[in-house]
């Protein structure tokens, strides 16, 4: 059987005893591929196949959205991701296509939470993001706030949505709740993750939350979301609906799902305790480095030859490099900010303990105390598009927005 000119057509295929219907998919096999509406794929053999229809495809829904009296008023804005994602039968693959209107009629049960506004702000996946994009970002929330909205959500690619959230994090002074949601499976999939994640995201962009903040599944079933701190969030798995963890302190809260009862775990800034602040500037000649055997410090001179001021060090343990690194270091700390982060999830620096943490500290470089290694990344390129060099070497040890615990839990 030709497939060339049927795939990505909706075809009904009478097989003996049943007829399917659904969308033909690439294969390499010469078997006939379906995806049917359930979201799952069926192979059928060329010998199986009775009769095959080309049937009209399934007009695209959209529903409009009233305003009810009483309800949050939320902005959604959609960057792409997998959140926004289907499957694209020219591929196989799976591509950001929905615009924001299409992921609000893909979850008509937000219309009994809040009043929803949406923009299509990108359609990209998270690993295109560029510091630019976080800017224009900030200042599309920083508009949305200021118009009124009572909360704001960003769908993301769970990839780097720990980055853009923390950019936004130290961009912005929020009075109210910025939430960051993804999802780990697209849209079009029975195992998706998408629906539950956008409205436990609503019920914390409506809560009493004054800061940004990354909602996802808190476990591999449906039950319940966990609200994790912008800055002390991290993926930590390539695909499991549960790959987002709190690293050092615990969730700031959690949401029961259907119900959206929020449970805190731990003190946060709350509504309207922070005036509406944007400072949106970012020095992009930062580098996040990390360390391994036998790794030449010359890698810190080709960074610094081209005009990079911000190093951000992956070191070992407790905050380790080797000691070739010393010299190197001491010659660029002078007019540089460097910043010891470890390799662990777990933990925090101490090069107070070991006689290179010592010679490290003599060089310069500064304690990133718990900050993950891309927060710490996030916080200098912050420090230094925003104030002084000697400024960002004293404010990258004070804690701004949670980046930093004073101790460290067990």
């Known amino acids: 059987m030709d497939l060339d000119g049927l795939i990505g057509k909706r075809i009904k295929v009478k097989v003996k005893g049943k ?3 659904g969308v033909v998919m690439p294969t390499r096999s010469d078997n006939l591929v379906l995806k049917l509406d359930n979201g799952y794929n069926i192979g059928l053999k060329d010998y199986e196949i009775l009769e095959v229809f080309e049937v009209e495809p399934i007009p695209t829904f959209k529903e409009t959205f009233e305003k009810h009296l009483g309800l949050p008023s939320l902005k959604i804005i959609s960057t792409g991701g997998t959140i926004a994602s289907k499957v694209d039968y020219r591929t196989g693959a799976v591509t950001s296509q ?3 209107e299409e992921i609000l009629a893909e979850v008509p049960e937000l219309k009994e939470i809040c009043n929803i506004d949406s923009m299509l702000l990108y359609n990209i996946l998270s690993e295109n993001m560029k510091p630019r994009n976080w800017i224009e970002l900030s200042n599309e929330i920083y508009k949305s706030v200021k118009d009124g909205h009572d909360g704001v959500i960003v769908t993301h690619g769970t990839d780097t949505m720990a980055y853009t959230s923390s950019a936004i994090a130290f961009m912005l002074s929020t009075p109210v709740p910025i939430i960051f949601v993804g999802s780990q499976r697209s849209s079009d999939r029975p195992s998706s993750d ?3 994640n956008l409205l436990c995201a609503a019920h914390a962009a409506s809560s009493e939350l004054g800061e940004v903040a990354v909602v996802m599944h808190a476990t591999t079933s449906d039950n319940y979301c966990y609200i994790h701190r912008a800055v002390k969030v ?3 798995h390539t695909s499991r609906r549960d790959a987002f963890q709190s690293v ?3 969730p700031i809260g959690k949401v029961e799902y259907p119900s959206g009862k929020i449970e805190w775990n731990i003190d946060f800034i709350k509504r309207n305790e922070r005036e509406l602040v944007l400072r949106d500037k970012l020095e992009e000649k930062c580098v996040l480095v990390k360390f391994f055997p036998g790794l030449p410090p010359d890698v810190l001179d080709f960074y610094y030859d081209k005009g990079y001021r911000g190093f951000v060090l992956e070191g070992t343990g407790l905050g380790h490099v080797s000691t070739d690194w010393i010299d190197t270091l001491k010659r660029i700390c002078d007019d540089s900010l460097v910043v010891m982060t470890s390799q662990c999830i777990w933990g925090r620096i101490c090069d ?6 010592r010679d490290l500290i003599n060089a310069g470089v500064i304690e990133g ?5 891309e927060v710490a990344l996030i916080k200098t390129m912050w420090l230094l598009g925003n104030f002084s060099l000697e400024e960002a070497k004293e404010l990258i040890k004070k804690n701004i927005v949670g980046e930093i615990n004073p101790r460290t839990p067990y």
């Open 19 to 21: 007829v399917f219907e």
């Open 234 to 236: 991290r993926k930590n």
């Open 369 to 373: 105390e718990d900050m993950l290694p």
């Open 194 to 196: 998408a629906t539950m």
């Open 248 to 250: 050092n302190q615990l």
């Open 98 to 100: 929905f615009s924001s």
């Open 352 to 357: 107070r303990v070991y006689d290179t943490g």
